[in-house]
């Protein structure tokens, strides 16, 4: 309806104070479907990929890489001069298999996780380097309780496979902004914990421009309390982002 047509973009109506991202799959980088092409171009100012660079579908085999879905993704934020955030490099989820083992199916050591993860890195984030403005850096390495996720990562190289990934995601395309990024970071431990680790990371010399809040919210979590007082403390890290925002108005089936 011309309705419609008047209204303020969301981009427009914060301009000035936050970018609008939206996060892009790989038909919406096709713009095969021109309502969504306008919804995207008319409301928002950034994007971030939404399956399309996770390691499984970038490096499916050792040293295979997919790339033209990406390539898709990145045409598409360049077309409508958008803000491109490429996620995720280093996650436990959504990993190739072989990512961890080797031919015998036995965990790799040290040496050559390290060097898949460099590998996988240098080879991702220098394709798109001065192309992708930020990358979601490590993505969920804290566990509820504050503690370090267990993961293949944390379990062959130990903490350190964070530092490393910052590291060499700076070093593939300096002048790219780096992000961590996790859920729940509005629950005291994790929050607490997160900002030890941005810290630290910070103190090592290592790039990290902000942190990403994944926005998955009920209608009874987080309180505005605990969401102001994250924002907050994550404000004197570096830049605040909410992300994968998402609200549900249902309880969780399990309650």
């Not at 579908?57 to 360049?78: H, L, M």
């Not at 394709?127 to 979601?136: A, E, S």
């Not at 929050?191 to 998955?216: F, P, S, T, Y």
């Amino acid at each position: 309806s011309s309705g419609a047509k008047e209204e303020p973009a969301l981009k427009n109506a914060l301009n000035g104070k936050f970018l609008i991202g939206v996060a892009v799959n790989e038909q919406q980088a096709l713009e095969t479907d021109s309502s969504d092409t306008e919804i995207i171009v008319k409301h928002f100012n950034s994007i971030v990929a939404e399956n399309c660079m996770k390691s499984e579908r970038i490096q499916p085999q050792k040293g295979v890489f997919a790339f033209d879905a990406a390539d898709r993704f990145v045409a598409f934020g360049e077309k409508h001069n958008m803000f491109i955030i490429g996620h995720t490099l280093v996650w436990h989820s959504q990993a190739p298999r072989w990512f961890f083992t080797d031919d015998e199916g036995n965990d790799v050591s040290r040496e050559v996780l390290i060097d898949r993860i460099r590998e996988h890195i240098y080879t991702l984030v220098g394709r798109y380097k001065g192309r992708v403005h930020g990358w979601d850096v490590v993505n969920e390495a804290i566990e509820e309780d504050g503690s370090l996720r267990n993961s293949k990562f944390l379990q062959i190289i130990g903490e350190e496979y964070i530092s490393l990934a910052f590291q060499f995601a700076h070093e593939a395309d300096p002048d790219a902004e780096l992000y961590y990024n996790d859920f729940n970071t509005m629950k005291p431990a994790k929050r607490d914990a997160i900002c030890q680790l941005v810290k630290k990371l910070q103190e090592q010399g290592l790039r990290v421009d902000g942190i990403g809040m994944q926005g998955h919210m009920t209608m009874t979590f987080p309180t505005a309390e605990l969401t102001e007082q994250a924002i907050e403390k994550f404000a004197e890290l570096g830049q605040v982002m909410i992300t994968e925002m998402d609200m549900t108005v249902l309880p969780w089936p399990e309650d």
